[in-house]
């Protein structure tokens, strides 16, 4: 084997070289920028030209569609390639098991109609809990509501893919008040379960634990089952993997970045990627360690941000590119008028722009109407810029990236609302405040190949931008401003 590896015009470096030439159950800890698709590709193409396998002994799974687009482009022979639910989709066709789908939607309308009959006394509960001091009605009106909502649909995934009943749910954590929202939630997940029952539907999760409980009545052909997103799988996604190794003998490669997992109000579980070598025997674990996208300097200011979590993987990331001023920050008195300030600036010196938000709304406080916003492009002049939330870049970047709302409110940046103590008490883990908050903004901050611009109130800047600034000054020294 060539010590020196190419996929298309990009050489493997010897971090990523590793990969290939191990042939054991492995975990490879990435970092932003540090190739991960490409070394997934490079040990795909070498099974192939070595003949080791066929393509059809292949299974390649990836988090979201979008990722699982991204693979398929880059690698041309006829492997499976699938997100964790058209896999359990696959099973089941081969099981000729038939079913429908349940859209997510009536999820949402059952915890809207538990909401809007309850009882007198389970209204004075929900509005002691969310310190709601208006009349119900107004309630039922209001944005609480709709986070409410939000908050009860969260928990009732975060349930359904750890595959948890009420009695696994640390109930001495929680207060009085808030195991007494706990029962309310629970039987809203019974009546969940039981409208899906009558319409003889299953949801996406359904999907994977029935496939999970009857893969072994199947043949598969797999002898190598790659992960991409590892850090983003949830416990029911785990034990789906765990009976196809059981059936297949396959090898089980993961590839991910802990500090990037940022899902877990769908149920993701971090422990699962930390702890990869308690679940399948003889796992070498390999780092990838060079990032192509950002400076040194950049990377070295996340990676002291990142490492605040005492649950993240230590890494040692080296970039051979070199920026005296990798963050730019940009306070705002009127923040119309700042951004198409620095939007013009920025247009001045590259087409490669992309603007980040921490919620889907924000954007539309900085728009005026000289923008022009469709899908996830921003037009100004004839000149467009990508827009998204921070969840939908990962994966993606640009030269100058963005970052709006850093301010310190409910839906800033952090945002308040998902670091509920509903959901943080159902961990075990010892995760800081704002654990998962912090990974987000470290992935926003990493998108960038030379800049990062972050803008917040001059008045009410987050606590994730105080604490940059305090990394800067005593690391680089110079805080440099958009004037």
């Not at 990236?401 to 945002?415: A, H, K, R, S």
Request: some cysteine.
């Amino acid at each position: 084997m060539q010590q020196n590896y190419k996929v298309g015009k990009f050489q493997l470096d010897d971090h990523q070289m590793q990969l290939l030439l191990n042939d054991t159950n492995s975990i490879v800890i990435a970092g932003a920028g540090s190739g991960k698709t490409l070394t997934i590709t490079g040990k795909v193409n070498y099974l192939l030209e070595e003949k080791i396998v066929k393509p059809e002994e292949i299974l390649i799974i990836s988090f979201t569609n979008a990722s699982v687009n991204d693979i398929k482009a880059k690698i041309t022979e006829n492997v499976y390639i699938f997100t964790f639910h058209k896999l359990a989709m696959f099973i089941l066709e081969k099981l000729n098991y038939n079913y429908q789908i349940c859209p997510e939607s009536i999820l949402y309308y059952t915890i809207e109609e538990a909401i809007n009959t309850c009882s007198n006394i389970e209204q004075k509960i929900i509005k002691k809990f969310l310190n709601y001091n208006a009349s119900f009605t107004n309630f039922l009106k209001s944005q609480e509501f709709t986070s409410f909502c939000k908050l009860i649909a969260t928990f009732i995934n975060l349930w359904k893919t750890n595959n948890l009943q009420f009695d696994d749910i640390p109930l001495n954590k929680y207060t009085k008040l808030e195991r007494k929202i706990l029962l309310f939630i629970f039987q809203i997940y019974q009546k969940y379960i039981m409208e899906k029952n009558s319409m003889q539907k299953l949801d996406f999760d359904d999907l994977i634990l029935i496939a999970t409980q009857n893969v072994k009545n199947i043949s598969l052909p797999f002898k190598y089952i790659i992960i991409d997103e590892f850090q983003d799988t949830s416990l029911i996604r785990l034990n789906l993997i765990k009976e196809i190794f059981k059936c297949t003998s396959s090898k089980v490669i993961v590839v991910g970045d802990d500090w990037q997992s940022i899902y877990r109000f769908s149920g993701c579980d971090l422990n699962l990627f930390i702890n990869f070598p308690q679940f399948f025997p003889n796992v070498n674990t390999i780092k990838l360690c060079n990032t192509y996208r950002n400076s040194q300097e950049l990377i070295n200011v996340a990676a002291t941000f990142i490492e605040k979590n005492p649950r993240q993987i230590t890494k040692d990331l080296v970039s051979n590119k070199h920026s005296e001023m990798p963050f730019i920050f940009v306070p705002y008195s009127n923040k119309k008028e700042t951004f198409k300030i620095l939007i013009i600036h920025l247009l001045n010196i590259s087409n490669d722009i992309m603007i980040l938000t921490r919620n889907n709304k924000d954007i539309y406080d900085y728009l005026d109407s000289d923008f022009k916003l469709e899908n996830n492009l921003i037009t100004y002049q004839d000149k467009t810029l990508k827009f998204y939330t921070v969840h939908k870049s990962k994966g993606l970047e640009a030269e100058y990236v963005v970052v709006l709302n850093c301010n310190d409110e409910t839906l800033g940046f952090p945002n308040k609302i998902e670091n509920n103590p509903l959901i943080q008490k159902l961990y075990s883990n010892n995760e800081i405040k704002f654990a998962e908050e912090r990974r987000l903004f470290y992935v926003a901050i990493t998108r960038c190949k030379e800049k990062t611009y972050l803008m917040y109130a001059k008045d009410n800047p987050s606590p994730f931008i105080i604490e940059i600034r305090k990394i800067i000054r005593k690391t680089m020294k110079h805080i440099s401003y958009f004037k």
